[in-house]
């Protein structure tokens, strides 16, 4: 079931939707929950976003100006796509053709809302799950040492079934190499593994059907560092030589898949690095976010000061769960344990860690507490972020946010899993709450869009992969109900 919202603008988009209600705890599935309190509700509009990324989405997302006055409509709803293919019959525009921002104008009304369709079910929890590149590849991670690789064009048939080496706790992430042929895994485990997953063999069997080799992360550190640490986020550099990770002993590390050691380690957080990335495709920033509060960025060409970022930012009250670089060395966003998504420019960071204040005055635990209502109106005195978007939970596990794509929307929405067992999609510039996927029965840690495709699939702790569509592929199948063991959650 999903729930949308505006309804004057979906009934010209071809279909209906109904207000957004939540409770805060829980959205059950099959009915629509009553009761918001002021602080959840995020209609209001982002009217303090800054102006130039609401203009660069308007840039990548809007229809030509000639296409937009076709004919009168209300202000704030889209280009009718009927009109807009009149307008580009009669060449309005003087091309001819839609533009890029003219598709997505067209595509990013088509959310991906219908369904769900069920594609698998385990018996343990789903932790983590993402396209390949080209959205021809579903990799899906489990807490039960299952790594499953669909082929989404032939029918989400299992590609390959790899049983994880040496899993400690759980999958805590994963990442396909750019040319598709690799995949890396980590566990709480100084040791991530890389495994072919191009080979012939269905089974992927710890160095009995296939070679899991082993890439130690614990070598780049001083040597007295005896203490095992665990890998909390993984990703592959975009020409596919290094991979970065953040570590759970507040590091750090790149690792030279050539040179097959680690090239770099900087102690970069006073805490738990939850999140890394690169910010773009050169490889030269990379993005982290840790149970500090601090999102930090680094610059690999000029770390002279050991462990000196090239800048800090500040504006989460609580730990970072994820970030998600929009990919041009600028803006990213952060999800945090405060119960907030966060849209940042780099531009505007600061040198170092100007507010030392104590936010709290409770004692709080996300991995089994629900958020202090106290601490739901505390502002950040220092806060940088460009925005803030909130409606969502992230309790008892890294629950992760992502921006849409780029060809199918120009990245104009916002998405992110929730505690809540729902899904959750804003509208990057004005920060309404768009859409609301519910089906699952347990928290949803990841989910991910089909670069191309109006297609997203969540993956939970209820052991679930479902589909979502526009406009979907037949009649949704009934909600399977299974027993489910619950134990509390480190990570």
Not at 255 to 268: F, K, T, V, W
């Amino acid at each position: 079931m999903y729930v949308t919202h505006n309804r004057a603008a979906i009934d010209e988009m071809g279909y209906a939707m109904s207000r957004l209600e939540i409770e805060p705890d829980h959205c059950d599935s099959g009915e629509v929950v009553h009761g918001v309190s002021d602080s959840q509700r995020s209609n209001k509009p982002l009217n303090d976003l800054d102006n130039e990324i609401a203009q660069l989405t308007k840039l990548k997302s809007g229809p030509h100006q000639m296409l937009s006055q076709i004919a009168p409509r209300r202000r704030g709803l889209p280009v009718s796509t009927v009109k807009m293919l009149a307008g580009r019959e009669c060449n309005f525009s003087g091309r001819g053709r839609f533009s890029s921002a003219d598709c997505c104008h067209v595509l990013s009304r088509y959310l991906p809302v219908n369904g769900p369709w069920l594609i698998d079910e385990m018996n343990s929890r789903a932790y983590v799950s993402h396209f390949s590149a080209d959205g021809s590849l579903f990799v899906a991670g489990f807490q039960g040492s299952h790594i499953r690789i669909y082929n989404v064009d032939e029918g989400w048939k299992v590609q390959k079934n790899i049983l994880a080496k040496s899993l400690r706790w759980t999958i805590t992430d994963t990442s396909l190499s750019p040319d598709q042929r690799h995949l890396v895994y980590a566990s709480m485990s100084p040791i991530v593994h890389i495994v072919n997953v191009g080979s012939a063999e269905i089974e992927s069997l710890a160095n009995v059907t296939d070679i899991h080799d082993g890439l130690d992360f614990s070598s780049a550190g001083d040597e007295d560092r005896g203490y095992s640490f665990g890998i909390f986020s993984v990703k592959f550099s975009t020409d596919g030589r290094e991979v970065v990770a953040g570590s759970s002993d507040d590091s750090i590390y790149v690792y030279d898949l050539e040179a097959n050691r680690p090239s770099l380690q900087i102690s970069a957080h006073s805490s738990d690095v939850n999140t890394v990335c690169f910010a773009d495709e050169s490889g030269h920033l990379i993005y982290s976010g840790s149970d500090d509060t601090y999102c930090k960025v680094w610059d690999r060409r000029c770390l002279n000061a050991r462990d000196k970022p090239a800048g800090v930012l500040m504006g989460h009250l609580e730990g970072i769960t994820f970030i998600d670089s929009r990919g041009d060395g600028r803006y990213f966003i952060s999800n945090g344990k405060d119960q907030a998504i966060k849209l940042w420019d780099i531009r505007k960071m600061s040198s170092e860690a100007t507010c030392q204040e104590d936010f709290r005055n409770y004692e709080w635990d996300y991995r089994w507490m629900d958020y202090p209502p106290q601490a739901k109106d505390v502002k950040h005195p220092c806060d940088l972020s460009v925005a803030t978007y909130r409606g969502h939970s992230v309790l008892r596990t890294l629950i992760r946010c992502y921006f849409s794509p780029e060809y199918s929307t120009g990245q104009k929405y916002i998405y992110t899993g929730s505690h809540n067992s729902c899904v959750y999609i804003y509208d990057l510039v004005s920060g309404a709450q768009v859409a609301t996927l519910k089906h699952h029965k347990s928290p949803v840690r990841d989910c991910s869009w089909h670069p191309y495709y109006p297609m997203l699939l969540s993956s939970s702790w209820d052991g679930d992969i479902v589909k979502w569509e526009f406009p979907g592929s037949g009649e949704a199948p009934a909600p399977v109900i299974k027993n489910r063991v619950w134990r509390r959650s480190i990570n």
